[in-house]
């Protein structure tokens, strides 16, 4: 085991979903502690059970990441008991799309706007004050290459995204020199379960796999990448 994160902590926000296990996989392998935030207790128990000889530096919360408050409150519990936050991932956000604009249900548009914007809105102002305190620190946020390819069909999730990496960009911009550095990645389709169960056709080989993913994260959280700053990397 490589141990570039040893004694780093590391929030993963959706650590327990399709990317976001991977990601925090990745990092428990590689020493970090671990905080996940999950929603769906089951699920979390089964990733904490496969965690096997890394389970005691894996913690999880149950939070709604798209409340400030309780977002606070998260890394509030993180810092009383790890004393910092090297790295903060969020790899919350959710997909809608095949209706036309002025088709689909406003309740989408909302929900949209906050699974892919507004949890990283509160994630990132939250870590970044520790951050910017430490003088150290690293911001990954997953958006989308749809918000780059704003397909039709889209809109309310392409929109989003293109918000939540313009967010990223402005904060990047705002804290460059301070030793905390900021990043998007913009995932194409991902080989997920839900993927290919909705896409049975498809040739699943062409798609990324989370595991690759999860090591660009890693990269852009490392060292490695201490002069990548406000970058939004296709991936
Ligand atoms: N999958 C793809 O093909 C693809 C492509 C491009 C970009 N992306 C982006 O990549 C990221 C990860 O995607 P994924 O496929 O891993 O999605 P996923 O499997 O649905 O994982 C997202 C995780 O976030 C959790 N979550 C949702 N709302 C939350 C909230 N309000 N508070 C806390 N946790 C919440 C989900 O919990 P529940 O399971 O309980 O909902 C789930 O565990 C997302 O931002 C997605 O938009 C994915």
Same mark, same amino acid.
């Given at each position: 085991?490589? #141990?570039r994160f040893e004694g780093s902590t590391v929030?993963? @926000? ?16 590689? *020493? ?23 389970? !005691?530096?894996?913690? *999880? ?13 998260? %890394?509030e519990k993180v810092l009383l008991k790890q ?8 790899? &919350? ?10 088709? /689909? ?20 102002? !939250? =870590?970044? +004050? ?11 946020? &997953? =958006?989308?290459? =749809?918000?780059?390819? $704003?397909?039709?069909? @889209? ?6 995204? =293109?918000?939540?990496?313009? /967010?990223?960009? !402005?904060? #990047? ?22 993927? +290919?169960? #909705? ?22 959280? !490392?060292?490695?990448?201490? &002069? %990548? $700053?406000?970058? #939004?990397?296709?991936?």
């Amino acid at each position: 085991m490589s #141990a570039r994160f040893e004694g780093s902590t590391v929030l993963v @926000a959706g650590g327990t979903g399709g990317l976001g296990r991977a990601v925090t996989s990745a990092f428990l392998e590689e *020493g970090a502690n671990v905080v996940v935030t999950y929603r769906n207790q089951p699920e979390w128990e089964r990733f904490k059970n496969s965690a096997s000889a890394n389970a !005691s530096r894996l913690q *999880g919360h149950e939070v709604d990441v798209t409340d400030e408050a309780a977002v606070n409150q998260l %890394i509030e519990k993180v810092l009383l008991k790890q004393g910092r936050l090297d790295a903060m991932v969020n790899t &919350v956000g959710g997909y809608a799309g095949g209706l036309k604009l002025w088709e /689909m249900e406003t309740i989408v548009f909302d929900r949209m706007l906050n699974l892919n914007l507004r949890s990283g809105y509160a994630l990132s102002r !939250s =870590a970044v +004050r520790v951050m910017l305190k430490q003088g150290r620190g690293a911001i990954v946020n &997953v =958006a989308s290459k =749809a918000a780059l390819d $704003h397909a039709a069909g @889209a809109a309310a999730y392409a929109a989003s995204k =293109a918000a939540a990496v313009a /967010m990223l960009d !402005s904060l #990047a911009a705002e804290v460059t020199g301070t030793g905390v550095r900021v990043n998007s990645i913009l995932p194409s389709i991902i080989d997920t379960e839900p993927n +290919r169960k #909705a896409m049975p056709k498809a040739d699943f080989t062409k798609w990324p796999k989370a595991e690759d993913i999860a090591r660009v994260i890693l990269f852009l959280c !490392s060292e490695d990448a201490k &002069v %990548i $700053h406000g970058a #939004a990397i296709p991936v």
